[in-house]
């Protein structure tokens, strides 16, 4: 965990030349690129920090470093991990001549005609190939060659995923991830809940565990003079405790209640959701553990109040807190959905609406993209089918926009309604996108459109408006890969536009 955290400061290093311990640690430690790694071979004169900055550079940073394709000058083809998750070296499928490992991306794409595939198809498979074919350099906007973390899917660095990076080579080891599950659906207050999870990591800090460091000379419990303090015996079997126990649990349940070990003991009860009285018993069950612990550190300290019955001390507690739980659920039930009736609306007079859809059979997987351009009457003006190749899906209705934008452009349309079923990617047409995102090379491609001296209104619409458009999509599945333009609607997908004109709305639940 160290090192994942420690290779955030790697990371934010690579992408921060402004601030100025950035400036002051590229200095000092002549830090470079990263694909020229020299500055980080190991000398004598380096401090502890900047020691254990590297070793998150080499462990995580460097390992799960990917590329954000832009001109292609920086990118090496090969060497780099940029289309796949591995360089495409690792899956070539012959070995590659000598003076081709420091290709540039740039190298092997030619404008106006796309990638050099008589130099590429002999060295990949045809999976690959396919992917490739859903990627372009741009050439247009000179963006460049951007840094982007591949092991999230949005490009952004976590520790989270840093810390997925370096355990998963790691030995197997038990799965507690149910366990936790069942402590986090406790019905509680979350430091009860935080509380319960410090417990099965046995990290609260008994009597015994203070002997065992060396902090304290005695490991007897301070409250009951009797036996050893540790976590089971503060929580159920001390005397002060064990009582409250005996009173609330039912008689057939107390045998095997004291005799579990501390895990059986909480897996056990934090998963009972049988109702005691007017609650469940996890509920009660998580505040006694917790006041277990307050009232032994009360002890301790020596600020207990006095607390005349704490049976119905815990069992009022848990029912303000099942109460309380119970009023929020109602809350959140009360979002209405209403059904309304969706339809295809044409633009306003003057207008042009361009409706876009991509299609995906899995994600990434086999994918396509389709669009129409309609009149104030419903009439078709172009329209358009794409037999991507390989992609994700958001990719896929990316490229639907791009070539319905493009289109538009070059039929001289001057105000167009840009209807996309997508919010995700509607929200990346509004708002933009980071450099670092995986999307952000064609997002600059639509945005090199939408820029242009034209009016473009984005708005997002439901599937039932974009029928056609979905129709395009997935009729071209049965096209050849690449791009179809219709100057008429093909046969396939006339009753759709005949629908979207004279056709009744269809229902749809939406919420309020």
């Given at each position: 965990?160290?090192?994942?955290?420690?290779?955030?400061?790697?990371?934010?290093?690579?992408?921060?030349?402004?601030?100025?311990?950035?400036?002051?640690?590229?200095?000092?430690?002549?830090?470079?690129?990263?694909?020229?790694?020299?500055?980080?071979?190991?000398?004598?004169?380096?401090?502890?920090?900047?020691?254990?900055?590297?070793?998150?550079?080499?462990?995580?940073?460097?390992?799960?470093?990917?590329?954000?394709?832009?001109?292609?000058?920086?990118?090496?083809?090969?060497?780099?991990?940029?289309?796949?998750?591995?360089?495409?070296?690792?899956?070539?499928?012959?070995?590659?001549?000598?003076?081709?490992?420091?290709?540039?991306?740039?190298?092997?794409?030619?404008?106006?005609?796309?990638?050099?595939?008589?130099?590429?198809?002999?060295?990949?498979?045809?999976?690959?190939?396919?992917?490739?074919?859903?990627?372009?350099?741009?050439?247009?906007?000179?963006?460049?060659?951007?840094?982007?973390?591949?092991?999230?899917?949005?490009?952004?660095?976590?520790?989270?995923?840093?810390?997925?990076?370096?355990?998963?080579?790691?030995?197997?080891?038990?799965?507690?991830?149910?366990?936790?599950?069942?402590?986090?659906?406790?019905?509680?207050?979350?430091?009860?809940?935080?509380?319960?999870?410090?417990?099965?990591?046995?990290?609260?800090?008994?009597?015994?565990?203070?002997?065992?460091?060396?902090?304290?000379?005695?490991?007897?419990?301070?409250?009951?003079?009797?036996?050893?303090?540790?976590?089971?015996?503060?929580?159920?079997?001390?005397?002060?405790?064990?009582?409250?126990?005996?009173?609330?649990?039912?008689?057939?349940?107390?045998?095997?209640?004291?005799?579990?070990?501390?895990?059986?003991?909480?897996?056990?009860?934090?998963?009972?959701?049988?109702?005691?009285?007017?609650?469940?018993?996890?509920?009660?069950?998580?505040?006694?553990?917790?006041?277990?612990?307050?009232?032994?550190?009360?002890?301790?300290?020596?600020?207990?109040?006095?607390?005349?019955?704490?049976?119905?001390?815990?069992?009022?507690?848990?029912?303000?807190?099942?109460?309380?739980?119970?009023?929020?659920?109602?809350?959140?039930?009360?979002?209405?959905?209403?059904?309304?009736?969706?339809?295809?609306?044409?633009?306003?007079?003057?207008?042009?609406?361009?409706?876009?859809?991509?299609?995906?059979?899995?994600?990434?997987?086999?994918?396509?993209?389709?669009?129409?351009?309609?009149?104030?009457?419903?009439?078709?003006?172009?329209?358009?089918?794409?037999?991507?190749?390989?992609?994700?899906?958001?990719?896929?209705?990316?490229?639907?926009?791009?070539?319905?934008?493009?289109?538009?452009?070059?039929?001289?349309?001057?105000?167009?309604?840009?209807?996309?079923?997508?919010?995700?990617?509607?929200?990346?047409?509004?708002?933009?996108?980071?450099?670092?995102?995986?999307?952000?090379?064609?997002?600059?491609?639509?945005?090199?459109?939408?820029?242009?001296?034209?009016?473009?209104?984005?708005?997002?619409?439901?599937?039932?408006?974009?029928?056609?458009?979905d129709g395009l999509a997935n009729y071209a599945f049965s096209l050849?890969?690449?791009?179809?333009?219709?100057?008429?609607?093909?046969?396939?997908?006339?009753?759709?536009?005949?629908?979207?004109?004279?056709?009744?709305?269809?229902?749809?639940?939406?919420?309020?």
């Open positions: 965990m160290n090192t994942a955290l420690l290779s955030k400061v790697g990371w934010r290093l690579l992408h921060d030349d402004v601030s100025l311990w950035s400036k002051f640690l590229r200095s000092k430690y002549k830090v470079g690129d990263s694909q020229a790694c020299n500055w980080l071979v190991t000398k004598g004169t380096w401090s502890s920090t900047w020691r254990s900055i590297v070793l998150g550079f080499r462990k995580v940073v460097f390992p799960g470093l990917s590329w954000v394709l832009g001109d292609g000058k920086q990118i090496n083809f090969w060497g780099d991990r940029w289309l796949l998750n591995v360089p495409l070296s690792e899956s070539a499928t012959r070995d590659l001549p000598a003076n081709w490992k420091e290709i540039k991306v740039s190298d092997v794409w030619r404008n106006g005609a796309g990638w050099d595939l008589q130099r590429i198809t002999p060295f990949i498979s045809e999976k690959t190939q396919l992917k490739l074919m859903s990627m372009v350099v741009d050439t247009v906007t000179g963006a460049r060659d951007m840094l982007s973390w591949g092991e999230c899917s949005d490009g952004r660095f976590t520790v989270k995923s840093a810390y997925s990076l370096l355990s998963r080579d790691m030995v197997p080891k038990q799965s507690m991830g149910a366990f936790y599950l069942r402590i986090w659906r406790v019905v509680a207050h979350e430091k009860v809940r935080v509380f319960i999870w410090l417990v099965v990591n046995q990290v609260l800090m008994t009597n015994v565990e203070r002997q065992r460091r060396h902090l304290g000379d005695s490991g007897l419990c301070t409250v009951c003079k009797s036996g050893d303090e540790t976590i089971l015996h503060i929580l159920r079997d001390c005397p002060a405790m064990a009582g409250v126990w005996t009173r609330l649990l039912p008689p057939q349940r107390r045998q095997v209640f004291f005799s579990q070990s501390l895990l059986e003991w909480i897996y056990s009860n934090v998963g009972d959701e049988k109702e005691i009285g007017e609650c469940p018993w996890a509920t009660i069950f998580s505040q006694a553990v917790w006041w277990s612990w307050k009232w032994r550190c009360g002890n301790v300290f020596g600020e207990n109040r006095k607390c005349r019955d704490r049976v119905r001390f815990i069992k009022d507690l848990a029912k303000d807190v099942w109460v309380a739980h119970k009023k929020l659920l109602a809350s959140l039930s009360l979002v209405v959905r209403v059904e309304r009736m969706i339809a295809w609306i044409p633009p306003m007079v003057g207008w042009f609406k361009l409706n876009t859809d991509g299609a995906s059979h899995g994600n990434p997987g086999l994918a396509t993209a389709g669009g129409v351009i309609r009149d104030g009457e419903g009439n078709w003006c172009s329209g358009f089918a794409l037999n991507i190749r390989i992609c994700s899906a958001p990719l896929a209705e990316l490229w639907g926009v791009y070539y319905g934008l493009y289109i538009a452009w070059e039929r001289g349309i001057t105000c167009l309604e840009l209807e996309v079923d997508s919010e995700m990617v509607v929200g990346f047409l509004r708002t933009g996108i980071e450099d670092s995102h995986p999307l952000s090379f064609l997002i600059r491609l639509c945005h090199g459109f939408l820029s242009k001296d034209w009016l473009v209104r984005v708005s997002h619409v439901y599937r039932e408006a974009n029928r056609l458009a050849p890969l690449g791009f179809h333009l219709f100057a008429s609607s093909p046969e396939s997908v006339n009753l759709l536009l005949l629908e979207d004109i004279n056709g009744p709305a269809r229902p749809r639940n939406v919420r309020l």
